[in-house]
T-cell receptor, first 113, second 112 residues
Framework: EAGVAQSPRYKIIEKRQSVAFWCNPISGHATLYWYQQILGQGPKLLIQFQNNGVVDDSQLPKDRFSAERLKGVDSTLKIQPAKLEDSAVYLC???????????FGDGTRLSIL | GDSVTQMEGPVTLSEEAFLTINCTYTATGYPSLFWYVQYPGEGLQLLLKATKADDKGSNKGFEATYRKETTSFHLEKGSVQVSDSAVYFCALSDPYDYKLSFGAGTTVTVRA
């Protein structure tokens, strides 16, 4: 089966600019996650979707981050405006449902200058 | 809240050496426990898991046993290869909301 697809793989922007990441989960997976992985740390959950509804966005900095999952399939994560501390790898994961093993994409590495 | 503490790296080994990465956790209830591996430039891959006390997860020569009495899930491999060079993450899944909590990761480098 095809894995979780993410794009772009790399992105370099200046602070205060905006950026968007895209994720296509494994077909049929109802649950989709966005994680932030800062260098030297484990992934931290930003937001979880169940189909096209938000289950948990308690760790999402809502003043600058936003995410959507229209039609319950693909998802986009946006940062506007970016700060230096947003430099990280942004990982998307999907699973058939809550409590099921999560499958991760290769991530988008974001560098803020 | 839930948390995972794993051995700090980096760890450098020679081929065929024995590898142990320590992992302990704090959680309410009985979480499921996981080891994920991240190869350079790639996302995380599930390496093995255990869902209840005394379960042993195993895969690709790696093993870890869910020890409830010591709240530990140490990863071991008897003879490592260069291809095992990666970052290893210990994680737990909360039994109530299934959220994954990760340790900080341990970088392992195996030299020929």
């Amino acid at each position: 089966e095809a894995g979780v697809a993410q794009s772009p793989r790399y992105k370099i922007i200046e602070k205060r600019q905006s950026v968007a990441f895209w994720c296509n989960p494994i077909s049929g997976h109802a649950t989709l996650y966005w994680y932030q992985q800062i260098l030297g740390q484990g992934p931290k959950l930003l937001i979880q979707f169940q189909n096209n509804g938000v289950v948990d966005d308690s760790q999402l900095p809502k003043d600058r981050f936003s995410a959507e999952r229209l039609k319950g399939v693909d998802s986009t994560l946006k940062i506007q405006p970016a700060k230096l501390e947003d430099s990280a790898v942004y990982l998307c994961a999907s699973s058939p449902g809550e409590g099921q093993p999560q499958h991760f994409g290769d991530g988008t590495r974001l560098s803020i200058l | 809240g839930d948390s995972v503490t794993q051995m700090e790296g980096p760890v450098t080994l020679s081929e065929e050496a024995f590898l142990t990465i320590n992992c302990t956790y704090t959680a309410t209830g009985y979480p499921s426990l996981f080891w994920y591996v991240q190869y350079p430039g790639e996302g995380l891959q599930l390496l093995l898991k255990a869902t209840k006390a005394d379960d042993k997860g195993s895969n690709k020569g790696f093993e870890a046993t869910y020890r409830k009495e010591t709240t530990s899930f140490h990863l071991e491999k008897g003879s490592v290869q260069v291809s095992d060079s990666a970052v290893y993450f210990c994680a737990l899944s909360d039994p109530y909301d299934y959220k994954l909590s990760f340790g900080a990761g341990t970088t392992v480098t195996v030299r020929a």
